[in-house]
């Protein structure tokens, strides 16, 4: 599990409030670090790649920020697993 740190262990001022939707609600969350693998900005999808070489997928909403939300290419990014409806996906995406 390298590049994994539990986020329970997080006070709740730091957690985003999107936080207690996707860890408590969904399952419990993991903080990883990957890089995009490709996003579309006409579907607002894509997929990240893990560090071990796994990917998951990622919706725009689940891009933290203000405004039009999406990712490029190549850009490290730190993020939640959570179990969606078709599978592990990426939640409180941030780019790094």
């Known amino acids: 599990m390298a590049g994994r740190k539990l986020r ?5 001022a730091q957690r985003p409030l999107s936080f207690l939707w996707d860890c408590k609600i969904q399952g419990g969350c993991f903080l990883v670090v990957g890089k995009v693998k490709w996003f579309s900005k006409q579907k607002g999808y894509g997929f990240i790649e893990q560090e071990d070489g796994t990917d998951v997928f990622v919706h725009y909403a689940s891009v933290v920020g203000e405004g039009f939300r999406t990712l490029e290419e190549g ?22």
């Open 75 to 96: 850009q490290t990014v730190e993020f939640d697993v959570v179990q969606g409806p078709r599978g592990n996906q990426a939640a409180n995406v941030t780019v790094q």
């Open 8 to 12: 329970f262990g997080q006070s709740p």
